[in-house]
C-alpha cells in the first residue's frame, strides 16, 4: 500500500510512523486512519520490528479529526466513524505485542491526543501541548481517552482535562504523569531514538508478555493478576533470549536478544 497521509520508515528493529499531513497540523481525515490501521497490521506481523514510533511532520503531533474533512463528507453517524477508524486503531496498539512510544513534537488534541495516551510510552518535546479538546466543540472524549486518562492521572485530573479542556504543557503534563519524559524540541529524535534503539535489542517477547499482563491489570482483581503473571513469566522463561541473559550474566558480558 503506498501511504500519501503518513510515512512508514523500518530500521534496525524501530519502525517509526509519521503523520504526514503538516498543512493541516496532521489532523485526521479517514484516508489516513486507514493507513494508519495498514501499518499497524504490518508492524504486528513482521517480525523484523521490534519497537514502534509514532510522532508527527512539522509542529504538530496531531490536531484530532479534521472537522473541515467531516463537513465536507457531508452527514453521517459519529458513532460509526469512530467504531471502524478510531477504535481499531487504539485496540490494535494496545494488542500489540511490542513497545510503543509516542514522541509528540508538538500540538496533541482531541483525537491525536487520544493516540498518544494509547502508546506505552510518551516523550515529549518541550514544544508539545496536550488538549482533551472534545468539550470544545460539544462532543466527548472517544479514542480511549476516558479509559486512558483516570489510569494515567486519576479521576479527578482526568475529569478537570476532559470537561474544561485546557491546554497541558509538556511541563505539566510530566507533572501530572501524562508523558514519561519531556526533552528540549530539538533533542526529541535522538532522545527517541536512544529509547526505541534500547527496547529494539530487548526481549521482545518478554515485553509482549508484559504489555499483556499490564493491559489485563487495568480491569482484574490481585488474584487474577498473580496466576497471570505466573504464566507469562513460565512464558518468557521459555525464550530463547532469557537463555542468552542467563548465560551472559554468568559469562559476566552483554546479553544480545533475538526477540525470540
Not at 467531516?70 to 513497545?99: C, F, Q, W
Not at 476516558?146 to 482535562?161: C, D, H, M, N, R
Not at 493478576?225 to 532469557?242: H, N, S, V
Amino acid at each position: 500500500m503506498e501511504y500519501q497521509t503518513i510515512t512508514w520508515v523500518l530500521s534496525e528493529g524501530v519502525g517509526t510512523l509519521t503523520l504526514n499531513r503538516p498543512e493541516v497540523l496532521n489532523a485526521f481525515n479517514r484516508q489516513m486512519t486507514d493507513e494508519i490501521q495498514d501499518v499497524l497490521k504490518q508492524a504486528e506481523r513482521d517480525k523484523a520490528v521490534r519497537c514502534l514510533v509514532i510522532t508527527g511532520a512539522g509542529r504538530a503531533f496531531s490536531s484530532g479529526e479534521d472537522l473541515k474533512a467531516h463537513r465536507d463528507s457531508g452527514p453521517g453517524s459519529i458513532a460509526e466513524a469512530v467504531r471502524t477508524r478510531y477504535n481499531p486503531i487504539i485496540l490494535k496498539m494496545r494488542a500489540l505485542e511490542k513497545p510503543i512510544i509516542a514522541a509528540v513534537n508538538g500540538v496533541a488534541a482531541g483525537a491525536g491526543c487520544s493516540l498518544a495516551l494509547a502508546a506505552d510510552l510518551r516523550i515529549a518535546s518541550d514544544k508539545a501541548r496536550f488538549i482533551e479538546a472534545f468539550s470544545r466543540i460539544g462532543l466527548v472524549p472517544d479514542s480511549g481517552s476516558t479509559f486512558f486518562l483516570p489510569w494515567l492521572v486519576g479521576y479527578s485530573k482526568a475529569a478537570e482535562l476532559c470537561f474544561l479542556a485546557e491546554d497541558v504543557p509538556a511541563g505539566e503534563a510530566l507533572r501530572i504523569g501524562l508523558v514519561n519524559k519531556v526533552v528540549p524540541a530539538d533533542e526529541l529524535e535522538a532522545a527517541t531514538a536512544a529509547w526505541a534503539t534500547k527496547l529494539a535489542q530487548g526481549p521482545t517477547v518478554a515485553y509482549g508478555l508484559t504489555k499483556r499482563a499490564l493491559n489485563r491489570a487495568l480491569h482484574a482483581p490481585l488474584h487474577e493478576i498473580l496466576e497471570y503473571e505466573m504464566y507469562g513469566q513460565e512464558a518468557a522463561g521459555r525464550t530463547a533470549d532469557f537463555r542468552e541473559a542467563v548465560a551472559a550474566f554468568l559469562e559476566k558480558r552483554s546479553a544480545t536478544f533475538k526477540g525470540e
